[in-house]
């Protein structure tokens, strides 16, 4: 049975842990899809050339590049040394699927999906094995009847995991709809709607909003 683990890492002790001992401000943002040999990962809070020194002098961070950059955030490809602690890449060896990764305060938060709880448990146990302290924020199993429970249907619900893990929600946007619907194979008019029903069925759900408190009110007029 799936499961999604919310499980916070302490940096200090993985291969960034230099960076935000160097520059605390700094946050970090793992980017979902990036074609290259290491990490993809945004980083943002102090000055690009602080960040740039930090990644320097880190003896845990090997061969790093600049991808991109949007506004006051940097892209960077990088690869940590082999003898580090790679929390991406222990998580890959457990047959887990990160959908978010984020860290800031020096404290990751990442989001994990497992084929099964024994994975989980296989992962804590590594990572506590390297001494780095994790912790189960939260853990649950997406059962059948998972998707009903926030107002989706089966299909709306698989609808939703391809969008994510295909990076439809990415800023910016890594497939277009057009493509999501290839990928679905069902015709962009219909992945549309599907959307739509879903996006509704989570807000309805998510504030607990009545069906009747959902219609509109009447525009005033003039």
Known sequence: MTSIADIEIPAE??????????????????????ASSGHGLWLSGPSQDAVKEALDD????????????????????I??????????????????????????????????RFTDRESVSSLYDRLD???????IVRLFDLAEESH???????????TLVAAIDHGYFEIPREVSMQELSEELGISH????????????ALVTSELNVSEDETVAPPMPSD
Not at 13 to 34: D, H, Q, W
Not at 129 to 135: L, N
Not at 189 to 200: D, I, P, T
């Open 58 to 77: 880190a003896t845990a961070i090997g061969d790093y590049a600049l991808i991109n950059s949007d506004d006051d955030r940097w892209l960077y490809d």
């Open 13 to 34: 002790g993985t291969g960034a842990g230099e960076l935000f001992e160097a520059v605390p401000s700094l946050t970090c943002e793992m980017e979902r899809v990036i």
């Open 129 to 135: 094995e390297e001494d780095v302290a994790p912790t």
């Open 79 to 112: 690869e940590f040394e082999p003898d580090t602690v790679d929390i991406f890449d222990l998580v890959i060896e457990e047959k887990g699927t990160v959908l978010s990764a984020s860290a800031s305060s020096g404290t990751w938060l990442l989001s994990i």
């Open 148 to 158: 009903s429970q926030c107002g989706l249907t089966a299909r709306q619900y698989e």
């Open 189 to 200: 008019q219909a992945l549309s709607e599907r959307l739509r029903r879903a996006y509704r």
